[in-house]
């Protein structure tokens, strides 16, 4: 298992790694064109609905389950949906046509609704522009509150943080060989065996990591399951990140990858491995160093990091920089929505600051019960 794990992480170092992959895949597989019913399973969805005249929805759930969104409000009323995306589509063969596929059905099906699709790297705008689909290239990263996550004068406690899910395709292990580790974790979806020996391959790897979903962390090694880890606030985590002189991401693969901006945000330098998903969007290579997916180069790195020893406003500002043309993106896309329903008469910058939220969604509303209420 040791080895397979090895040679993936040095398969995934290798230029066009994921093309290669995707090639091979195609090539014993093919599109899928079947029409599937959405998901009605699912109680709780994530958007936010920010107009009514017309109905404009920011959206981050799968674009066919969007039909229910539809179908609750009606066929004939005025719909927007704006829908970012959590995932790379680059993920796996076929992923970015499924996609098209699923949006034209939306939108045969629902001939009033407009569907504009957000993206969160120029390689995936560039694809849904060349298939004549409605997309901006808006990094979702852009829309994360930099109110919430800050520099502070606190003494700095451990030389890494990982925020990042304790499971394997965040690659925890390959700080091995770092000595003082803060850890944050979202909550766990679904232990089972797999995730269970994870666990335990880190407990092994970085038994003395610090956990700090729990009240002033605890050891890794005495965490004895994945059930019913809390979820942190952004202020508590924000607080986590101040204490450790660098970030880390160690996946290759994520979508925008929210902890990345954080930790810039946060003023804190940052380590990744070679990656997919458009986390790299606002990276700058004074703070953010590229490292090889194995524990000597990921722990040489954050060395090189920490002995720079870069003033957190310097990395903060720079980062605001590279967000705002999203962010005004975002803005003229909505203000160019209003008129083309025929209000000439919005103020935008009023309007974002009424209505601006962390990442720009409300989490785990309750599905259908709080649009139905919302749409009265």
């Known amino acids: 298992m040791k080895n397979n794990r090895v040679l993936k992480d040095i398969f995934f170092d290798v230029p066009k790694s994921h093309e290669i992959k995707n090639f091979l895949l195609k090539l014993f597989s093919e599109q899928d064109t079947n029409l599937y019913p959405p998901s009605f399973s699912r109680t709780h969805r994530n958007y936010y609905l920010i107009s009514k005249d017309p109905y404009i929805i920011i959206i981050l759930e799968p674009i066919n389950d969007?039909?229910?969104?539809?179908?609750?409000i009606g066929k004939d009323k005025d719909i927007v949906f704006l829908k970012f995306f959590s995932w790379t589509l680059y993920d796996k063969p076929y992923l970015l046509e499924r996609t098209i596929f699923d949006y034209r059905i939306h939108l045969q099906k629902y001939p009033r609704h407009k569907l504009i699709l957000l993206l969160n790297t120029v390689e995936e705008y560039n694809y849904f522009k060349k298939n004549d689909i409605d997309c901006h290239f808006i990094n979702h990263n852009s829309l994360v509150d930099p109110q919430l996550f800050k520099p502070s004068s606190v003494t700095k406690k451990y030389d890494v943080v990982y925020n990042g899910r304790l499971e394997l395709g965040k690659r925890h292990y390959l700080l091995s060989l770092c000595k003082s580790i803060a850890l944050i974790s979202a909550p766990i979806l679904k232990q089972n065996e797999e995730k269970l020996k994870y666990l335990g391959m880190l407990k092994d790897a970085i038994p003395n990591s610090k956990i700090f979903n729990f009240s002033g962390g605890i050891n890794l090694s005495a965490l004895q399951s994945l059930k019913y880890i809390p979820q942190l606030k952004p202020e508590s985590i924000s607080k986590i990140l101040n204490l450790s002189r660098v970030g880390v991401i160690l996946s290759y693969k994520e979508g925008a990858c929210y902890a990345s901006i954080e930790y810039l945000l946060s003023g804190i330098p940052m380590v990744t491995t070679k990656n997919i998903g458009g986390r790299?969007?606002?990276?700058?290579?004074?703070?953010?160093?590229?490292?090889?997916?194995?524990?000597?180069?990921?722990?040489?790195?954050?060395?090189?990091?920490?002995?720079?020893?870069?003033?957190?406003?310097?990395?903060r500002e720079a980062t605001l920089k590279k967000m705002k043309p999203h962010i005004d993106r975002m803005k003229n896309l909505i203000l160019n929505i209003f008129k083309l329903y025929g209000n000439n008469n919005i103020d935008i910058e009023k309007f974002w600051k009424g209505k601006f939220i962390n990442k720009m969604l409300k989490i785990s509303q309750k599905f259908p019960e709080e649009l139905k209420k919302e749409i009265k």
């Open 280 to 315: 790299d969007i606002f990276f700058d290579d004074r703070f953010c160093v590229r490292s090889l997916s194995n524990n000597y180069s990921v722990k040489h790195n954050i060395h090189k990091l920490i002995e720079k020893d870069i003033d957190p406003i310097i990395i």
């Open 66 to 72: 969007i039909q229910l969104f539809s179908k609750t």
